[in-house]
């Protein structure tokens, strides 16, 4: 069973940083491509970031040289270091594979508030 566990999130002004991690179980980690996802109030949920088995990234183009994602194969866990933070970047973060694990994979997110 997929369990995914996002945890960092929190309240910071524009200009801040945040860590979000997420531990993962269930799959095999360190041959799966992972990314992170955010979902803005009213808007569907869509891909920031991932990171693949052999350590490629990429970026969308709204976070790119702000945001740094990584991965760690023995704890299992991936990290998204958020930088220079802005207020348009509020939204839940989750993480998932890409492509995803499917409907039921999605773990609770974590809030990242962005204040102005």
């Known amino acids: 069973q997929v369990q995914l566990v996002e945890s960092g999130g929190g309240l910071v002004q524009a200009g801040g940083s945040l860590r979000l991690s997420c531990a993962v179980a269930?799959?095999?980690?360190?041959?799966?491509?992972m990314g992170w996802y955010r979902q803005a109030p009213g808007n569907q949920r869509v891909l920031v970031a991932y990171i693949s088995s052999g350590g490629a990234t990429h970026y969308t183009d709204s976070v790119k040289g702000r945001f740094a994602i990584s991965r760690d194969n023995v704890k299992k866990t991936v990290y998204l270091q958020m930088n220079s933070l802005k207020p348009e970047d509020t939204a839940v973060y989750y993480c998932?594979?890409?492509?995803?694990?499917?409907?039921?994979?999605w773990g609770q997110g974590t809030q990242v508030t962005v204040s102005s």
């Open positions: 269930g799959i095999p980690f360190s041959l799966s491509t």
């Open positions: 998932n594979g890409r492509p995803t694990l499917g409907d039921r994979s």
